[in-house]
């Protein structure tokens, strides 16, 4: 009885898994290369690109089946798969390469577009093999491509947009959209004799954290995802304590991001006692979070290509003396006869942001400025950043904070060296020129970093196809496919 109780974990009684994302049923409706991370989720199942992700954030193959890296690094062949599109039509590098292509141009002006400025061209070679060329290498360069938005969807003859797989939306029931995996045969693959045994439907619902969590709480879901900070607390009194709870090892930028100028904001030094003022280990420990570690810099130390040369800011200062230095700079705007008007800090709804701007709120207080929290759809004078890296390299971060994507406060001078270091060939010219980079925008003071981003999932013990992830974010995919 013990083996098939065991056996019957991670599935419900038709064999359907059932997965609930803490987010908008809206992200159904989202198209375009600018997508929510919900919406990310419904992409990277329903679209393929060159590449993908399996559910430890590996790079595997998609539509093209294998390649190679030319020595300099400079250039990317990748093969693509002997199959079809969605219409029937044979897989070509000419169609491959015009979608990748629209794919790119539609992601300018974002910081992922940022990410993939170093590719110079993307030519065909021949029938099925395409060619992707760089001005200077992008060792993380197969990491973008498993980007969700950088998937292909195909347009048939009387011009509906289809997916190209792995994955289909079979249909709808009491609420969740139920996806299936497309049998290989119908993807122009060979044919696998195991298919109907081994994979499964995956039923997927849209719901607000307690909702979700109630929901495997109740047996009606195995996996809840999309926990981030605002609901961590929800997830570790219900699920902690019976290991259900995982987090995955993400770096990123967890922070407040300055969306105004006007008055006390608009200088730097002021920006900078907002951002030294912060008692990040006492912010931190109301959440009692083994490992969670705060920090002050931009650029995570966990960075592949972190020099190590800039470290945390005010070493050599106790918390009592940064705060003493901040109420200083306060006291000498207020002293100047210029109003100090209540900043308004926008945030997620959630438990978590409660304790996050209640830490804010006391140690703002303690220099002389006043607070309010309003909803994550205001502009706010200060927004709470919270976006985990797509790939575990500087310029990731750098981008996040660049000119092109955040207007009010930026760096031209540190936007410059990102760009140079863009065009490097020498990998330690190239890292020199990214420390610069962010010394130049942690001086701006534009972000304040808190910590790195917290993501968790609930999964019920016997759930496959689910694994702790670096991205936070876990492909609907693996989890369709039981084992063999």
């Not at 809206?26 to 198209?31: D, H």
């Not at 330690?428 to 962010?438: D, G, K, Q, V």
Request: charged share 25%; with cysteine.
């Amino acid at each position: 009885m013990l083996c098939l109780a065991l056996a019957s974990c991670g599935q419900g009684r038709d064999g359907t898994l059932g997965v609930a994302v803490i987010g908008d049923a809206a992200a159904l409706k989202e198209r375009g290369q600018r997508l929510s991370s919900s919406a990310q989720l419904l992409r990277a199942a329903t679209d393929e690109g060159l590449v993908g992700f399996d559910e430890r954030g590996r790079v595997v193959p998609a539509l093209a089946d294998r390649w190679i890296v030319t020595d300099n690094g400079q250039s990317y062949i990748f093969r693509l798969r002997d199959g079809t599109w969605p219409d029937g039509k044979r897989i070509t590098a000419d169609a491959a390469a015009t979608l990748l292509r629209k794919a790119i141009a539609g992601l300018k002006g974002t910081a992922l577009g940022l990410d993939l400025a170093a590719i110079d061209e993307v030519r065909v070679m021949a029938d099925r093999v395409i060619e992707i060329d760089l001005a200077a290498p992008v060792p993380e360069l197969l990491t973008l491509l498993a980007q969700p938005e950088l998937s292909f969807s195909w347009k048939n003859a009387k011009g509906q947009v289809v997916g190209t797989g792995p994955m289909a939306v079979a249909g709808a029931e009491d609420g969740a959209q139920l996806f299936t995996l497309i049998p290989p045969e119908k993807r122009g693959l060979p044919q696998q004799a195991s298919f109907a045994s081994r994979a499964r439907a995956v039923s997927l619902s849209f719901a607000k954290a307690a909702a979700a969590v109630a929901r495997f709480d109740d047996g009606d879901v195995d996996v809840v995802l999309g926990g981030k900070v605002d609901t961590v607390p929800l997830a570790g009194r219900i699920g902690l304590t019976r290991g259900n709870v995982q987090l995955d090892p993400v770096t990123g930028l967890f922070g407040l991001v300055v969306t105004r100028t006007e008055g006390f904001l608009g200088g730097a030094a002021n920006r900078e006692a907002l951002a030294m003022t912060i008692d990040r280990d006492g912010l931190l420990g109301s959440f009692n979070i083994g490992g969670w570690q705060p920090t002050t810099r931009i650029v995570s130390p966990d960075a592949e290509d972190d020099l190590g040369t800039i470290g945390e800011r005010w070493q050599g200062m106790s918390m009592e003396e940064r705060q003493t230095q901040a109420a200083a700079r306060v006291a000498a705007w207020k002293d100047a006869g210029r109003a100090l008007p209540t900043m308004n800090i926008a945030m997620p709804d959630g438990a978590g942001s409660t304790l996050v701007f209640d830490a804010l709120r006391r140690d703002f207080a303690r220099i002389g400025v006043a607070v309010r929290r309003v909803p994550e759809s205001d502009r706010g004078d200060l927004r709470l950043v919270d976006v985990a890296a797509r790939y575990g390299r500087a310029t990731w971060f750098l981008n996040q904070l660049s000119c092109t994507v955040q207007k009010a406060v930026c760096s031209p001078a540190g936007d410059e060296r990102v760009a140079e270091a863009r065009r490097a060939l020498d990998p330690a010219a190239r890292a020199a020129l990214l420390a610069e980079a962010e010394a130049e925008i942690t001086a701006a003071n534009g972000f304040i970093p808190i910590a790195r981003p917290l993501r968790w999932s609930m999964v019920r013990s016997g759930t496959t196809g689910f694994a702790q992830s670096p991205w936070g974010w876990h492909p609907l995919p693996p989890m369709a496919w039981l084992p063999r």
